[in-house]
């Protein structure tokens, strides 16, 4: 099935420094989603990027899809202890029979704690 | 409030003992879909479902059965489980699958077995 690799796997930061996760894949991938999950909670949902090269912006985080649309980035600016958690980049691929795209692939996740 | 509902939180249970953990979710959503947590392998699906009585594979259905009888209910079986199964799992739905729509997760139910 698509890999979607993800990394870091673990990221430390001081509050206030800058924070990236990336996700990579060898295929193209038809969209990439991003999700957060606070320690002892589930994913909830952050933003989904269709085109290629295009950038979002959600207050201090910044996502990005690559140009050949086979790699995504999360950027935080400035990050606070509201930030930690593990995010996810997750991409839709098709079945075995290429006739549906339930199938969701999740990256392994970063870890992000924060020092204050 | 929209929510997706899984039971239970927790269960400990032995080796061969079959189990079910139920998911249901009232936002009249058509994908369904269950997903198990470990460490450093991230989420991993199990099964999903596009719309009642249609099911399929994820990346690791095996040891897991699910049915979609009703639109609301999607429960993963465990007939014999093993202590690999030892996990986190969690239920999610969305409105549409393959469609970019996003999913909403349940609070996840943690597995053991023993």
């Known amino acids: 099935g698509q890999q979607v690799m993800q990394i870091p796997q673990y990221q430390h930061v001081q509050e206030g420094e800058d924070f990236t996760t990336y996700c990579n894949s060898s295929?193209?991938?038809?969209?990439i989603q991003w999700y957060k999950q606070r320690p002892g909670g589930h994913p909830v949902f952050l933003i989904q990027l269709v085109k290629s090269g295009e950038v979002k912006k959600q207050k201090r985080l910044t996502f990005q899809f690559g140009e050949a649309k086979k790699n995504s980035s999360l950027h935080i600016t400035a990050t606070q202890t509201t930030d930690v958690g593990t995010y996810f980049c997750a991409t839709e691929t098709p079945n075995a029979g290429g006739t549906s795209y339930g199938k969701l692939t999740f990256g392994q996740g970063t870890i992000l704690t924060v020092h204050p | 409030e929209a929510q997706v509902t899984q039971n239970p939180r927790y269960l400990i249970t032995v080796t061969g003992k079959k189990l079910t953990v139920t998911c249901s979710q009232n936002?009249?959503?058509?994908?369904m879909s269950w997903y198990r947590q470990d460490p450093g392998l991230g989420l991993r699906q199990i099964y999903y479902?596009?719309?009642?009585?249609?099911?399929d594979k994820g990346d690791v259905p095996e040891g897991y059965k699910v049915s979609r009888k009703e639109k609301r209910n999607f429960p993963l079986i465990l007939e014999s489980p093993s202590p690999n199964q030892t996990s986190l799992y969690f239920c999610?739905?969305?409105?549409?699958?393959?469609?970019?729509?996003?999913?909403?997760f349940g609070n996840g139910t943690r597995l053991t077995v023993t």
């Open positions: 999610a739905s969305s409105f549409y699958g393959g469609r970019g729509s996003p999913l909403h």
């Open positions: 479902s596009m719309n009642v009585e249609v099911t």
């Open positions: 295929t193209t991938l038809s969209n």
């Open positions: 936002m009249n959503h058509e994908y």
